[in-house]
C-alpha cells in the first residue's frame, strides 16, 4: 500500500516565480489536507479539499495560494510570485473520511532564493 | 486564540525507561485527538488517537490518556527505545455545530531523546 506521495521533495524557486506542490493520497482517500511548518515549530493547517471541491481554506494566505484537487490526478498546491516568508516545508496528508487519522506524506522543501 | 500546547519541550530518557509526553489543550469543543511522531526529514507518523468519549487508549507500547476536565493529553511510551527518538506532536480536531472539521491543530512539540 503506498502511502501519501508527495513532490518534488525539495524545490528552489527564486522571488517572484511560481511553486507548485503536488500530492497523491493513499488509495481510497478522497480527503486531503495541507500544512505548512516553519523550523521548530508545529504544522500549520492551510487548506482542506475533498474531490473537486475546497471544503475550508481558513489557513491559507488570501493572495497568491491557490489549491486544487481535481478529479483525476494528485491535489496541487500553488504558490505564485513566493517571496523568502514561503519558505517552508509543506506536508499533505488524506483520510478515508473526515474526522478520521490523516496519514502524512514526507513533504516538500521549498526554499527561496 | 485556543491552541494546543505542551508543556515540555525536551524529554531525556534511558533506553528501557517509560516516557510520557504531555499536551494541554484549552478547546472544550474538541473532540477528537491524535498523537503523531515526527523524525528527521519525514513527515509525521500517526501513532494513536483518541475520542472524547474515551478516557484510555492503548496500542503497542503506547498508551494515550485523556482527562477532560482538566484539558490534558498524554503519551505513554513503555519501554523507550533509541528508534523512538524524534519529535511528538499532539493535535486536536474541533467539533462546532455537531459537526467534525477535518482541520487539526497541532502543539509545538516535545523532542524526545533516548539515550542507549
Known amino acids: 500500500n503506498a502511502g501519501v506521495m508527495q513532490n518534488p521533495r525539495h524545490l528552489v524557486r527564486r522571488r517572484g516565480q511560481e511553486a507548485r506542490l503536488r500530492c497523491s493520497p493513499m488509495k481510497g482517500h478522497s480527503h486531503v489536507y495541507w500544512y505548512r511548518q516553519l523550523p521548530e515549530e508545529g504544522l500549520k493547517f492551510m487548506v482542506y479539499l475533498q474531490k473537486e471541491n475546497i471544503i475550508d481554506e481558513s489557513g491559507m494566505p488570501k493572495e497568491r495560494f491557490s489549491a486544487e484537487f481535481p478529479k483525476e490526478g494528485p491535489s496541487i498546491l500553488r504558490i505564485q510570485q513566493v517571496v523568502r516568508g514561503d519558505s517552508a516545508a509543506y506536508f499533505c496528508?488524506?483520510?478515508?473520511?473526515?474526522?478520521?487519522?490523516?496519514?502524512f506524506g514526507d513533504g516538500t522543501r521549498l526554499s527561496i532564493l | 486564540g485556543e491552541s494546543v500546547g505542551l508543556h515540555l519541550p525536551t524529554l531525556s530518557v534511558q533506553e528501557g525507561d517509560n516516557s510520557i509526553i504531555n499536551c494541554a489543550y484549552s478547546?472544550?469543543?474538541?473532540?477528537?485527538f491524535i498523537w503523531y511522531k515526527q523524525e528527521s526529514g519525514k513527515g509525521p507518523q500517526f501513532i494513536i488517537d483518541i475520542r472524547s468519549n474515551m478516557d484510555k487508549r492503548q496500542g503497542q507500547r503506547v498508551t494515550v490518556l485523556l482527562n477532560k476536565t482538566v484539558k490534558h493529553l498524554s503519551l505513554q511510551i513503555a519501554a523507550t527505545q533509541p528508534g523512538d527518538s524524534a519529535v511528538y506532536f499532539c493535535a486536536e480536531n474541533i467539533r462546532a455545530g455537531g459537526t467534525s472539521y477535518g482541520k487539526l491543530t497541532f502543539g509545538q512539540g516535545t523532542i524526545l531523546t533516548v539515550h542507549p
Open positions: 496528508a488524506s483520510s478515508d473520511r473526515v474526522n478520521q487519522p490523516q496519514h
Open positions: 478547546n472544550s469543543a474538541s473532540d477528537y
